[in-house]
């Protein structure tokens, strides 16, 4: 079944340490995207990439890096620099490059700092 | 910058009575309009959205919408509250200025439904 594949579930991560984040979607999808979910403030856009080898810093890029070496894949690197990084982090991708049809989600990964 | 409020974080309702989740967007021009579903520790899926046409927009699982540019409004509908219905629901909106490529979220309604 075609979809988009988040890993892990549930990450932890110490202070001071980079963490990745995999995302990876078998739709053909050419536009991938990380939006950060904290409770009671929906979700916020943290890059976005419309084609291979090409992103774009989103609301609140701060923190974070990103790549898109390969269209299925776009990984989300929380580096040491995020000072608040625990969260619910969701993968999306569209068809096209831009957001006028559906957006397909993952199942997420929740980030906790220990 | 554009913007999106949803009115009431937590809406509670009986089993068979009408849903009513508010949205308003701040926009000089109509952006595109969605509402998502998330169930606890799951992504998001689409219910209905609104680019063109007609105002009244259908959705899965019985869900309705109607857009109203001279309101800014876009609120969701359902006749009749399903215990299943019970989730976090998502206005959002692409605004024409990004050109379209973004999505800017409310911060949620989460609804109850109680027997």
């Known amino acids: 079944d075609g979809g988009i594949t988040q890993s892990p579930k549930y990450l932890f991560r110490k202070e001071g340490q980079n963490v990745t984040l995999s995302c990876e979607q078998n739709?053909?999808?050419?536009?991938m995207y990380w939006y950060r979910q904290d409770p009671g403030q929906g979700l916020r856009l943290i890059y976005y990439?419309?084609?291979?080898?090409?992103?774009q810093k989103g609301d609140i890029a701060e923190g974070y890096s990103v790549s898109r070496e390969k269209k299925e894949s776009f990984p989300l690197t929380v580096t040491s620099a995020q000072k608040n990084p625990t969260a619910f982090y969701l993968c999306?991708?569209?068809?096209?490059?831009?957001?006028?049809?559906?957006?397909?989600f993952g199942q997420g990964t929740r980030l906790t700092v220990v | 910058a554009q913007s999106v409020t949803q009115l009431g974080s937590h809406v509670s309702v009986s089993e068979g009575a009408l849903v009513l989740l508010r949205c308003n967007y701040s926009?000089?021009?109509?952006?595109?309009l969605f509402w998502y579903v998330q169930y606890p520790n799951q992504g998001l899926q689409l219910l209905l959205k609104?680019?063109?046409?007609?105002?009244l927009v259908k959705g899965i699982n019985g869900f309705e919408a109607e857009f109203k540019k001279s309101e800014t409004s876009f609120h969701l509908t359902k006749p009749s509250a399903h215990m299943s219905d019970a989730a976090e629901y998502f206005c959002?909106?692409?605004?024409?200025?990004?050109?379209?490529?973004?999505?800017?979220f409310g911060a949620g309604t989460r609804l109850a439904v109680h027997p």
């Open positions: 999306a991708s569209t068809p096209g490059p831009t957001m006028n049809t559906e957006a397909f």
């Open positions: 739709l053909n999808h050419d536009a």
């Open positions: 990439s419309q084609i291979v080898n090409d992103f």
């Open positions: 926009s000089s021009v109509p952006p595109y």
């Open positions: 609104y680019t063109t046409g007609a105002t």
């Open positions: 959002a909106v692409s605004p024409f200025s990004g050109g379209y490529n973004k999505l800017i």
